[in-house]
């Protein structure tokens, strides 16, 4: 049992440039998140889903696209990278809320644009 | 509007003495949770505590206690006899039932325990 999986751990980008992360969860949870952390301001929701097919903007959305095509897969993409776009990126997933459940987090990705 | 305050940004404390990190919230909802994340310096967020909001008994956890105030919006965090491994980021987070799924964080608190 992974929990919550982030790929890849580090990464460098030139601005203009493309990426994909991709979060994985084996604990098949129903909602999941992406979050930024900069310092100072602590995580900010990028985007989030509540289902397979579904997802929806969170407080800092602009320069980000997500895709939840498999329950356990939440993807962010990033088409044209900007310097302003350098954080820590961290993906969530939890019970849907009926159950009181926490946010099971990933280990985070590190990523910085040039 | 900022959902979580917390206001201490840093705070060091010496080994073994007693330090509190504050927490406040703002909800117009009647149904809500409150959680404290402990982020260590290899960065990964664990979970400590979750409340709801018609749960206001205070909890203690070893060196770990909770108070929970609904008079005051806070959920206030403090450690007992701090020590080293304590040395992390803390972050107090809230979710409300009217806003379904996102959970609302806090800037954080910075724990330094100086041996």
């Known amino acids: 049992n992974a929990g919550v999986t982030q790929t890849p751990k580090f990464r460098v980008l030139k601005t203009g440039q493309s990426m994909t992360l991709l979060c994985a969860q084996d604990?098949?949870?129903?909602?999941m998140y992406w979050y930024r952390q900069d310092p100072g301001m602590g995580l900010r929701l990028i985007h989030y889903s509540v289902g397979e097919g579904t997802t929806a903007k969170g407080e800092v959305p602009d320069g980000y696209n997500v895709s939840r095509l498999k329950k356990q897969n939440f993807l962010l993409g990033l088409e044209s990278a900007a310097p302003s776009q350098t954080s820590v990126y961290f993906c969530?997933?939890?019970?849907?809320?009926?159950?009181?459940?926490?946010?099971?987090f990933g280990q985070g990705t590190r990523l910085t644009v040039v | 509007a900022q959902k979580v305050t917390q206001a201490q940004t840093e705070i060091s404390v010496v080994e073994k003495e007693d330090v509190t990190l504050d927490c406040v919230y703002e909800t117009r909802d009647t149904t809500y949770y409150l959680f404290w994340y402990k982020q260590p310096p290899s960065g990964e967020l664990v979970f400590l505590i979750r409340?709801?909001?018609?749960?206001?008994q205070n909890e203690i956890s070893g060196r770990y206690s909770w108070n929970f105030q609904k008079s005051t919006s806070s959920f206030n965090f403090t450690i007992t006899a701090s020590q080293v491994v304590d040395s992390a980021v803390y972050f107090c987070a809230l979710s409300e039932a009217v806003t379904g799924n996102q959970f609302y964080f806090g800037t954080g608190t910075s724990l330094t325990v100086i041996p």
């Open positions: 969530a997933s939890s019970y849907p809320r009926a159950l009181n459940t926490e946010a099971f």
């Open positions: 409340r709801n909001s018609f749960d206001e």
């Open positions: 604990m098949n949870h129903e909602y």
